[in-house]
């Protein structure tokens, strides 16, 4: 059982999506995460050790070579193509909301900003961490993450830019956050961002990729339930 969990972490890794996708060519023909997580599940692997230890795992797998660039932006794409087409299988498995999550990320780029390469990567890792993300998209207004963390209470919060003028939009919606929700977690990310600017309009935080934001959350998360 333990192997054939591995192998579907190889393939989500990989992103290797089913036997029809010819890449990798080395393994053209052969099953990957879809077929391998029917297997399990025919076999009486536990849908939780399927999530947990191979899709999960697989996804975890590929984030920590992206944030050592040893990955990069297609192979992120196709490892999270690879594990929604295998979750699909264990989906019924669980009752409606039964899918266990570390909490709610609720997630956009910033007001006048329509990047959103950077955002959709911290929300794939996010998920494949166990994490709930709400996205809001691109070009968010400030209101809108506030209406967002009012909906969703003990929720955190992720701002992404791409620009230098866009990324002065995250010091306001911190500011009214705070005013608020002041218990609210908030975490920046973009090319023109920085600890230090992170640090200036109070956010909590400030991660160079999406994995090592993905990473010191799930370890405070770990920390709270000791």
Known sequence: MTELLQKIAKMVELGKIDRNMPFPPELKG???????TLK???IGIDPQDILNNGLTAG?????EKFSKGEAFIPNMLIAAKAMHAA?????PYFSEGD????????LGTVRGDLHDIGKNLVKMIMTGGGWNVIDLGTDVENKEFVNAVNDHKGAIVGMSAL????MLNMEL????????????????GGAPVSQSFSDEIGAD??????????????KDKLRDSQ
Do not use: C, Q, W
């Not at 996804?59 to 984030?63: L, R, T």
């Not at 979750?87 to 989906?91: A, D, G, K, S, V």
């Not at 899918?99 to 609720?106: A, D, E, K, L, V």
């Not at 919606?173 to 920046?188: A, N, S, Y």
């Open 163 to 166: 620009l230098t003028t866009t």
């Open 99 to 106: 899918i266990p999550s570390h909490g709610t990320m609720i």
């Open 205 to 218: 935080g400030y991660f160079r990729d999406p994995y090592s934001l993905v990473r010191y959350l799930n």
């Open 173 to 188: 919606v911190v500011k009214e956050l705070h005013r608020i929700r002041p218990e609210t977690m908030i975490f920046i």
């Open 40 to 42: 399990a599940l025919e």
């Open 87 to 91: 979750m699909e299988h264990i989906r």
């Open 30 to 36: 052969k099953d990957g995460a879809s077929e391998l």
């Open 59 to 63: 996804m975890n797998a590929i984030g």
